[in-house]
C-alpha cells in the first residue's frame, strides 16, 4: 500500500533561519504529493503540490521538487518567520485517496 | 478565507445526544470527504462521496451517519456517541478522481461528555 514518512519533529528554529522537512513515499502508480500546513485551531490548508516527476511545487517561500529517483518530496523554505509556526503534513493521492505522513511540528521563535 | 465551510465550530454533547454537523462548498467540485482528526495526529478518512454517492465506508461504526443532500453540502449525523469520539472532524472536498487536491474546512471540534 501506499506510505508517506516525514522527519520526526518537532522542530524548533530561529526566525530566518534555513528550513528543511524531509518526506519520503511509498506508492503504487503515478501519484501527486502535496504538502499541507495547519496553523493552531485550524483545518489544513494545501501548501503546494506537484503532479508528476521533477516538479517543483512553491507558495510563500516554501518550496519542494518531486524526486522519483529518490521517492522524496523534501520541504524548504529560505528563511522562515514566527507566523510559519504550524503543523505541516506532507501527503500523497493516488486513485482519489489522501495517504498523510505523521506531520512535523513547527516552532519559530522571534 | 477558506472556500470549504463548517458549522458549527464546536459542539458539546452528551452520549445520549443526536447533532449534526454540517459542510459547505462553493468550489463546484463533486467529491466530497468526512476525516477524524485526534490531537498532534494526522486527518483520517471517514467516508468518501462522489457525485453524490457514497463511495467509500473507512469500517466507521454506525453511530455516523453520513448524507449528501446535494453537490455542495456534506452533512454527518451523530448519535449515541463515545467519550472517544471527541476529536476535530474535518471535512474537504475535490475534484473526483484522478490525483486532484482535496480542499479543507477549518473543522469541527467535538467533545463528548
Known amino acids: 500500500g501506499n506510505s508517506v514518512t516525514q522527519m520526526e519533529g518537532p522542530v524548533t528554529l530561529s526566525e530566518e533561519a534555513f528550513l528543511t522537512i524531509n518526506c519520503t513515499y511509498t506508492?503504487?502508480?503515478?501519484?501527486?504529493l502535496f504538502w499541507y500546513v495547519q496553523y493552531p485551531g485550524e483545518g489544513l490548508q494545501l501548501l503546494l503540490k506537484?503532479?508528476?516527476?521533477?516538479d517543483k511545487g512553491s507558495n510563500k517561500g516554501f518550496e519542494a521538487t518531486y524526486r522519483k529517483e529518490t521517492t522524496s518530496f523534501h520541504l524548504e523554505k529560505g528563511s522562515v518567520q514566527v507566523s510559519d509556526s504550524a503543523v505541516y503534513f506532507c501527503?500523497?493521492?493516488?486513485?482519489?485517496?489522501?495517504?498523510f505522513g505523521q506531520g512535523t511540528i513547527l516552532t519559530v521563535h522571534p | 478565507d477558506t472556500e470549504v465551510t463548517q458549522t458549527p465550530k464546536h459542539l458539546v454533547m452528551g452520549m445520549t445526544n443526536k447533532k449534526s454537523l454540517k459542510c459547505e462548498q462553493h468550489?463546484?467540485?463533486?467529491?466530497m470527504y468526512w476525516y477524524k482528526q485526534k490531537a498532534k495526529k494526522p486527518p483520517e478518512l471517514m467516508f468518501v462521496?462522489?457525485?453524490?454517492?457514497?463511495?467509500i465506508n473507512e469500517s466507521v461504526p454506525s453511530r455516523f451517519s453520513p448524507e449528501c443532500p446535494n453537490s455542495s453540502l456534506l452533512n454527518l449525523h451523530l448519535h449515541a456517541l463515545q467519550p472517544e469520539d471527541s476529536a476535530l472532524y474535518l471535512c474537504?472536498?475535490?475534484?473526483?478522481?484522478?490525483?486532484?487536491?482535496?480542499?479543507f474546512g477549518d473543522g469541527t471540534r467535538l467533545s463528548i461528555l
Open positions: 474537504a472536498s475535490s475534484q473526483p478522481g484522478g490525483n486532484q487536491p482535496q480542499h
Open positions: 506508492a503504487t502508480g503515478y501519484p501527486s
Open positions: 506537484a503532479t508528476k516527476a521533477d
Open positions: 501527503a500523497l493521492t493516488s486513485y482519489g485517496k489522501l495517504t
Open positions: 468550489m463546484g467540485h463533486r467529491a
Open positions: 462521496y462522489s457525485y453524490e454517492k457514497l463511495s
